[in-house]
């Protein structure tokens, strides 16, 4: 039984950080899992924010580079996403979700989701 549980969100001020968790089974972290985050704000598409293949390597969506980092420790299980500079247009439910990786490719779509934790941006 696969799990993911985020955790970590809250209401911050424009320009504040907070950093995201997912605590995922080991299942995830023991073989090639392509991991990310999306979010989705209220009456939006759900939308791509990071992801982190398991070779390490990153890619962002534009709007948040050099702004949140994704980053992952196989020894707590946890799949993390540091964020900074918070803008309004951040607010969203942030979900985690994990993919086997295939031939390199780290993308959609992803079979594996967590429940969501909201970020609120004021």
């Known amino acids: 039984h696969v799990q993911l549980v985020e955790s970590g969100g809250g209401s911050v001020q424009a320009g504040g950080s907070l950093r995201l968790s997912c605590a995922a089974s080991?299942?995830?972290?023991?073989?090639?899992?392509?991991m990310g985050w999306f979010r989705q704000a209220p009456g939006k598409l759900r939308e791509g924010v990071a992801t982190?293949?398991?070779?390490?390597?990153?890619s962002y969506k534009e709007s948040v580079k050099g702004r949140f980092t994704i980053s992952k420790d196989n020894t707590k299980n946890t799949l993390y996403l540091q964020t900074s500079s918070l803008k309004h247009e951040d607010t969203a439910m942030y979900y985690c979700a994990a993919e086997p990786s295939s031939g390199g490719y780290c993308g959609p779509p992803f079979g594996y989701w967590g429940q969501g934790t909201q970020v609120t941006v004021s």
């Open positions: 080991r299942y995830l972290f023991s073989g090639s899992f392509c």
């Open positions: 982190i293949d398991s070779d390490g390597s990153t």
